[in-house]
């Protein structure tokens, strides 16, 4: 079964940049989709973006367009998730996630949906301050 390990985050200033890795621990992370959400108390569990085993098809929710991205590198079996120009709203619990379905971010119509994605990291707090 397939173990995600997040690494990253922490407290960071508004306007910075940040990086989150997400390993697998077991298996060969080359052949998994890979999304990330993000969540605040209180509220749902928000898909940011998602990128296709090969790394050929990504989608993004509209509001992180432009500011983050998700590069992912099979040979160090790692994806990436990089935000730039860091505001308070993006202080939230991260998490990466994949699906145990072939093809997941290539079918959705939009950002990463919650429902679609069987196995998860451990999460990552980002506290974005002044």
């Known amino acids: 079964q397939l173990q995600l390990v997040q690494s990253g985050g922490g407290l960071v200033h508004v306007g910075e940049s940040l990086t989150l890795s997400c390993a697998s621990s077991?298996?060969?992370?080359?052949?998994?989709?890979v999304a990330w959400f993000r969540q605040v108390p209180g509220k749902e569990r928000e898909g940011l973006l998602c990128?296709?085993?090969?790394?050929?098809?990504?989608k993004a929710a509209g509001s992180v367009k432009g500011r983050f991205n998700i590069p992912r590198d099979n040979a160090k079996n790692t994806v990436t998730l990089s935000i730039n120009n860091l505001k308070y709203e993006d202080t939230a619990v991260y998490y990466c996630?994949?699906?145990?379905?072939?093809?997941?971010?290539?079918?959705?119509?939009?950002?990463?949906?919650?429902?679609?994605?069987?196995?998860w990291g451990q999460g990552t707090q980002v506290t974005v301050s002044s």
């Open positions: 996630a994949a699906p145990a379905r072939p093809a997941t971010c290539a079918s959705e119509g939009g950002p990463p949906i919650r429902g679609l994605y069987d196995y």
């Open positions: 077991r298996l060969s992370l080359r052949h998994y989709d």
């Open positions: 990128i296709s085993m090969g790394g050929g098809i990504t």
